[in-house]
């Protein structure tokens, strides 16, 4: 059984910072595309960043220079460096296997003075 866990989520101030993981299991995780997204009520569920099994990575215009993903295979985990953050980065943030669909629970991020 594949299992996509968040954590990491919180309350932070506007400029700071934070670091979200996502552990899987149940797969080979290096084989795969990894992303992260997020969403805010009464929205659709937005494009963050992914990771390739290269390692190469593509992030949306929004967080482009803020946000940092990565990969350590060996533990099975991804993770969103989020720097410089902004009231408008609050949101559910949502790891994504890309190829297969599966997608985790989510973690609740706030940015708020």
């Known amino acids: 059984q594949v299992q996509l866990v968040e954590s990491g989520g919180g309350l932070v101030q506007p400029g700071g910072s934070l670091r979200l993981s996502c552990a899987a299991s149940g797969r080979i995780f290096s084989q795969y595309t990894l992303g992260w997204y997020r969403q805010t009520p009464g929205k659709q569920r937005e494009y963050v960043a992914l990771?390739?099994?290269?390692?190469?990575?593509d992030y949306a215009d929004s967080v482009k220079g803020r946000f940092t993903i990565s990969r350590d295979n060996a533990k099975n985990t991804v993770y969103l460096e989020m720097n410089s953050l902004k009231s408008e980065d609050t949101a559910v943030y949502y790891c994504?296997?890309?190829?297969?669909?599966?997608w985790g629970q989510g973690t609740q991020v706030t940015v708020s003075s």
């Open positions: 994504h296997e890309i190829e297969s669909g599966y």
């Open positions: 990771i390739r099994t290269s390692g190469s990575t």
